[in-house]
T-cell receptor, first 117, second 116 residues
Framework: AQKITQTQPGMFVQEKEAVTLDCTYD???????LFWYKQPSSGEMIFLIY??????QNATEGRYSLNFQKARKSANLVISASQLGDSAMYFC??????????????FGTGTRLKVLA | DAEITQSPRHKITETGRQVTLACHQT?????MFWYRQDLGHGLRLIHY???????NKGEVSDGYSVSRSNTEDLPLTLESAASSQTSVYFC???????????????FGQGTRLTVV
């Protein structure tokens, strides 16, 4: 069963507008972490933002914020004031516990964002 | 600065050949992971390791093997390369302590492998 679901294969947004990239997850573990990564056309994986399952407030990092709705098991990425350089593939990931103190990371299929001038 | 490096960056090999992709990290991380990235599939976990002499199979481990003889390196071996293994391969590492701030996975630059 898919543990991380990104239902938007591709999205367009106008420059300077805000955009939300959807991510839903599935886990029975009470302790988990949620991550968003950006992959520009050059191919590297860039960590953007992290949300812990016990965090009370939504994570923010500059223009990035994570809309964490625990009951709905969603962790949407919000990019405010989009820039041309935001055009990239975006991956949602979940850190899933293996044994005490060890983890593995499960990724979604990604959303390709194109920012229009 | 600590880093994680993969080599080679690009590789073309023939069907049936054994291929090894290298991954070296200087973060001193216990956890190391290998993923493959394919269009429509995102990143899928091949193998992972939580320390020296520890290895575990991921969701797409058939045809691949890893070994962990030291903390820094986790080489990925394709025993007999197949065209279905043409992909971009990423190595990653992470801290193992749950309370460390920013326990994200750090990624290498990727290796583009083509099997002909």
């Amino acid at each position: 069963a898919q543990k991380i679901t990104q239902t938007q294969p591709g999205m367009f947004v106008q420059e300077k507008e805000a955009v939300t990239l959807d991510c839903t997850y599935d886990t029975s573990d009470p302790s988990y972490g949620l991550f968003w990564y950006k992959q520009p056309s050059s191919g590297e994986m860039i960590f953007l933002i992290y949300q812990g399952s016990y965090d009370q407030q939504n994570a923010t990092e500059g223009r990035y914020s994570l809309n964490f709705q625990k009951a709905r098991k969603s962790a949407n990425l919000v990019i405010s004031a989009s820039q041309l350089g935001d055009s990239a593939m975006y991956f949602c990931a979940m850190r899933e516990s293996h044994t005490s103190g060890t983890y593995k990371y499960i990724f979604g299929t990604g959303t390709r964002l194109k920012v229009l001038a | 600065d600590a880093e994680i490096t993969q080599s080679p960056r690009h590789k073309i090999t023939e069907t049936g050949r054994q291929v090894t992709l290298a991954c070296h990290q200087t973060w001193n991380h216990n956890n190391m992971f290998w993923y493959r990235q394919d269009l429509g599939h995102g990143l899928r976990l091949i193998h992972y390791s939580y320390g020296v002499q520890d290895t575990n199979k991921g969701e797409v481990s058939d045809g691949y093997s890893v070994s962990r003889s030291n903390t820094e390196d986790l080489p990925l071996t394709l025993e007999s390369a197949a065209s279905s293994q043409t992909s971009v391969y990423f190595c990653a590492s992470s801290e193992s302590r749950s309370r460390v701030v920013g326990t994200e996975a750090f990624f290498g630059q990727g290796t583009r492998l083509t099997v002909v």
